[in-house]
């Protein structure tokens, strides 16, 4: 175990600082928040396409996957990627926002048809996405390192963080699009090579994981429907797939967020097959843990990595989306520099580790808040009407009122349908998305 400990600290270190030098130096504002000026070329389809895929493959959502792989089959797996619609939705919303509507970014649209209190509204909402996603991501590499709460547990999460930040630092975007370039290649390979290893020691093979888990849904699809509800309203609330679709020309956006949809929905799904595995060996959960730590050192080193790519991806993503919000969007400062930029990404690391000290559960960072935007859908949805503004204060109370019930489990009886897992939250999705629509319709039928 001991061995294993100090391998796991040489990956953690070794790839962070080889990320480190390989990340690129940002002095100007435009490459530092939006990669791109004179000297710097926007990214083409394969490069975006990778920064997208491996920005939202999470370590909490690889975990989600295997967790719920090994409880329902594949029939979780599917139900989990179903979040992955989200980049096919956003994907033509935004196109059709940047060339038919002329807006050069999201906070552009709200401010330009709802005011400053919808801008300063939205900027709550996306901050508190940026914020979850520091400790529900940092949390996944702490358990490999110690039991929660463990003095191992928490030092791997501090210099994980702290060594995540100081690439990201030096060249703000440009740094996060490149090394999830390289970290996309390395999950690839990685996934390959655990599958590879997985699949020949599972009797049956592939038609093991393929037929495990009932279609029904008591076995995971309430969930799948809960992901394409939510998908409607989901990506406008993640600046981390947002902001990435704003810099380079819209058909190659539109094309890229295609891509990165149909490769996320297929690498989460064969992820889940780690805890069919699990499930099938008769192994304890969490499934990512222990099907590791079954594997022998070599493999489990290599299950460990790919936590360690997908983690930091993610995380150095959320230090520049969260960097760009506050320089560019709400201009904390007169005038947006870079080490302001800097300064940002370090305040949000701080805080976002905070709650790693409390013991929050990873997979309500995805389905709460997802719940507590579904508001956004008929602002987005709907972006080429003229709705006046109090149909988007009703429509955002509507999501954060039921998202709150969800979170304090007070949802009136009236609402539950399904005595089924995740029956609640679908029920609430479901009345609530429907409940948003109806404003904007109310709004378009009495709008003078």
Request: with cysteine; hydrophobic share 50%.
């Amino acid at each position: 175990m001991e061995s294993a400990l100090t391998w796991q600290w040489v990956l953690v270190l070794g790839s962070s600082i080889a990320l480190f030098f390989l990340a690129p130096w940002s002095r100007k504002v435009s490459d530092f928040f939006k990669a791109t000026s004179e000297t710097v070329k926007a990214p083409n389809t394969f490069l975006l396409t990778s920064s997208l895929v491996i920005s939202w493959i999470f370590a909490k959502s690889i975990t989600n996957a295997a967790n719920l792989g090994y409880s329902y089959g594949m029939v979780g797996g599917v139900a989990y990627a179903g979040y992955y619609l989200s980049f096919v939705v956003a994907g033509i919303v935004l196109y059709q926002l940047r060339v038919k509507g002329g807006f050069t970014s999201i906070h552009h649209f709200l401010g330009d048809r709802y005011g400053k209190g919808a801008i300063a509204i939205f900027s709550l909402l996306i901050a508190f996405r940026l914020f979850n996603e520091v400790w529900s991501n940092t949390m996944v590499i702490g358990s490999y390192f110690g039991e929660p709460g463990s003095q191992p547990y928490y030092l791997s999460i501090l210099v994980f963080t702290a060594l995540t930040l100081a690439y990201v630092l030096k060249g703000g975007l440009r740094s996060s699009l490149l090394t999830d370039l390289i970290q996309m290649v390395v999950f690839g390979l990685l996934l390959v090579v655990i599958l590879g290893w997985l699949l020949p020691r599972t009797p049956g093979g592939l038609a093991t994981y393929t037929a495990s888990g009932q279609w029904s849904m008591s076995g995971g699809i309430a969930l799948l429907w809960v992901a394409l509800v939510q998908s409607l309203s989901y990506p406008f609330h993640d600046p981390v797939m947002t902001d990435r679709a704003f810099i380079t020309d819209p058909a190659t956006t539109r094309r890229s967020f295609f891509w990165a949809g149909g490769l996320g929905f297929l690498f989460i799904t064969l992820f889940s097959f780690v805890g069919i595995y699990g499930q099938q060996a008769g192994l304890a959960a969490p499934a990512t843990v222990t099907v590791s730590q079954s594997l022998g050192l070599v493999m489990m080193l290599l299950m460990n990595f790919i936590m360690i790519t997908s983690a930091a991806s993610t995380l150095d993503s959320t230090f520049s989306s969260f960097s760009k919000l506050m320089v560019l969007d709400l201009k904390v400062a007169p005038t947006p520099r870079v080490s302001t930029g800097r300064w940002m990404m370090a305040s949000l690391a701080i805080l976002g580790t905070l709650p790693v000290f409390l013991n929050p559960t990873i997979l309500s960072a995805t389905t709460i808040s997802g719940t507590m935007v579904i508001g956004l859908a008929p602002v987005f949805l709907f972006w080429r009407w003229q709705a006046p503004r109090w149909a988007f204060y009703a429509a955002i109370c509507i999501g954060l009122g039921l998202g709150i019930l969800l979170a304090i489990n007070q949802i009136p009886t009236w609402l539950r349908w399904w005595e089924v897992p995740y029956g609640d939250l679908l029920s609430v999705n479901l009345v609530g998305t429907a409940a948003c629509l109806a404003v904007f319709g109310v709004a378009r039928i009495t709008k003078p």
